[in-house]
């Protein structure tokens, strides 16, 4: 069945550097979805790429749908503490109709040292 | 504030025990949804309703039930036949039917059993 596979599966930074992250599957994804979670809270919406090639940024945060549709990434300049936390990529289920249905990676914890 | 209630957020359950998860959302949105996260995976969905009165199982529905007689509830229950119940459950919602409108995310329910 559709997978996605993230990596690295965790990374431990030091505060200031900057992060990548990716996130491939075997699929094609017509759309792709970066959500953080901090500990003890549900995920949170950080970047939605809706088109092959598209780059799009949220402050730090810049992700880029991979021209192949099989992969994107996610990338972190400037680190700080409170980049701390899983992040997941997501992408919807290849269902013949859009059913909403997401399936999600694995997740890739970030740690940043002060 | 528009937001996605869960509650509680710690419970506990008996041996031979149904729990009920609350969900609730006051952003009109049409579908919800529930997961399951268990440490280091990602997530998996449990159920899904994207109208009232009507839901479909997603990958690991067995051992869960759910009802939508409202659009802002979606309850989640936990039956004794759910034999491995110890996760973090997150509740989801979107405002239509497609991953064009990306999914939200609660603040998660942590079930445990005594």
């Known amino acids: 069945g559709q997978q996605l596979n993230q990596s690295p599966q965790s990374m431990f930074i030091q505060e200031g550097e900057d992060v990548s992250m990716n996130c491939t599957s075997s699929s094609i994804f017509n759309t792709w979805l970066w959500y953080k979670q901090d500990p003890g809270e549900g995920p949170v919406l950080l970047i939605a790429l809706y088109k092959a090639g598209e780059l799009t940024s949220n402050g730090r945060l810049t992700a880029q749908f991979g021209i192949t549709r099989k992969d994107s990434f996610l990338n972190i300049s400037a680190s700080i503490p409170s980049d701390v936390g899983i992040y997941f990529c997501a992408g919807p289920r290849g269902d013949i109709w859009d059913t909403g249905k997401l399936i999600f990676g694995q997740g890739t914890t970030l740690q940043v040292k002060p | 504030d528009g937001g996605i209630t869960q509650s509680p957020k710690y419970l506990f359950r008996k041996e031979g025990q149904n729990v009920t998860l609350s969900c609730e959302q006051n952003l009109n949105h049409d579908a919800m949804y529930w997961y399951r996260q268990d440490p280091g995976q990602g997530l998996r969905l449990i159920y899904y309703?994207?109208?009232?009165?009507?839901?479909q199982k997603g990958d690991i529905a067995e051992g869960y039930s759910v009802s939508r007689e409202k659009k802002e509830s979606f309850p989640l229950t936990v039956t004794s036949a759910q034999k491995n119940p110890t996760a973090f459950y997150l509740c989801?919602?979107?405002?239509?039917?497609?991953?064009?409108?990306?999914?939200?995310f609660g603040d998660g329910t942590r079930l445990s059993i005594l």
């Open positions: 989801a919602s979107s405002i239509g039917r497609t991953t064009y409108q990306p999914q939200h």
């Open positions: 309703s994207q109208i009232v009165n009507d839901f």
